[in-house]
């Protein structure tokens, strides 16, 4: 590795890049998530920074005829294992899985591989979706009878079904609309529905755009449809996202899809993971519940798309029910997988509660 390491070059690279407001949180640390992602870009802005100074240009770019190339994974590099002091040590950063010197996340390598991950699943999550209607020939009675059979789920290729995804992923037409608000003795009363209600005053409060919507809002459908339509309204305008998804349990009791296989529950939970990250603010969090049965690939995905806080755990009711579940062991709790949208920029207060 090219002596990277000397005092002055540090202080050079942290003078440049915190000079570009993009690049440094609201404590002036440098924000390195986002300065890896410009490198990766090769943004022109990240670009023409190093290039004006002497000492940036001789160490993180090559010379090629009249041209200079611009030195990514060195600069990365840097950027990840650089330390306070010359006490340098390259596997102090991160702890992860490697190829050489370089992480694989880092090197775009994917961790975490499953079939049909390159695929959008749109996987009916209401009692109406559970079922598909086919027709089967009776000879007896000579004519077709209306059979209801378990649903087929489609997986979307991002590329061979542009066309479906797009379509899909297009913004929906919210039908049967109704209002309901709180009428005498506290009871919801509905009342007529003719626009939403675009509250300035609360979204002066909220910091938003003075014309959002300021209605509570309970969308019965497709919840990836649901997430896709709200994008225009709500996209970066979220606080907090709670999912409390099927468990993949294989239980028939209700008829959603709670019987996915690892790898269409895995694209199931990444198709809506992404579209819930375009909806959140930079200092969102996102909260997924969860069991043992996805919980460490759940972990793996959403470390690839949100930056980690916490895991929580989840004391369950004992009882029959739990054992009925797993006769060999019973389980006993539940997993919330806490993330955020920028770790650095994340908000939340704590709710302390005094134990007995």
């Not at 994974?73 to 991160?94: H, I, T």
């Not at 209002?179 to 005498?184: A, D, S, T, Y």
């Amino acid at each position: 590795m090219v002596e990277l390491e000397t005092n002055a070059l540090k202080s050079k690279v942290e003078e440049l890049l915190s000079s570009v407001p993009e690049f440094v949180d609201s404590e002036k640390h440098l924000k390195v998530n986002v300065i890896k992602d410009y490198a990766e870009r090769g943004d022109v802005k990240l670009i023409e920074l190093l290039l004006k100074n002497k000492q940036t240009k001789k160490t993180f770019f090559t010379p090629i005829l009249d041209s200079f190339v611009f030195n990514t994974a060195q600069f990365k590099e840097f950027l990840e294992y650089n330390s306070g002091c010359n006490s340098y040590s390259k596997y102090l950063g991160q702890i992860g899985l490697y190829s050489g010197d370089i992480s694989l996340i880092d090197r775009d390598e994917v961790v975490l591989n499953f079939p049909f991950k390159d695929c959008v699943l749109e996987g009916g999550q209401r009692k109406e979706d559970g079922d598909d209607t086919y027709y089967e020939f009776d000879e007896k009675n000579d004519k077709y009878i209306e059979r209801q059979g378990k649903r087929r789920e489609v997986f979307f290729n991002e590329v061979l079904a542009r066309d479906e995804i797009d379509n899909l992923f297009s913004p929906k037409a919210f039908c049967n609309a109704k209002r309901f608000e709180l009428g005498k003795n506290k009871k919801a009363k509905e009342s007529e529905f003719n626009s939403f209600n675009r509250d300035a005053e609360v979204n002066k409060n909220r910091g938003l755009a003075e014309d959002t919507i300021t209605d509570n809002l309970i969308v019965k459908g497709n919840n990836l449809l649901a997430l896709q339509s709200l994008k225009e309204e709500f996209a970066g305008k979220v606080k907090l996202v709670y999912i409390d998804p099927p468990y993949n349990t294989g239980s028939d009791d209700f008829k959603y899809n709670d019987n996915f296989n690892h790898s269409s529950w895995l694209t199931f939970m990444k198709n809506r993971l992404e579209t819930a990250k375009e909806l959140l603010s930079e200092n969102g969090s996102i909260f997924v519940q969860c069991d043992d049965n996805e919980m460490a690939y759940l972990q793996i995905l959403m470390n690839e798309i949100f930056d980690f806080i916490q895991i929580v755990e989840i004391k369950m009711n004992e009882g029959a029910a739990n054992e009925f579940q797993n006769p060999f062991m019973p389980k006993n709790c539940e997993y919330g997988l806490l993330y955020a949208k920028n770790y650095n920029a994340r908000k939340y207060k704590p709710i302390w509660v005094e134990r007995d």
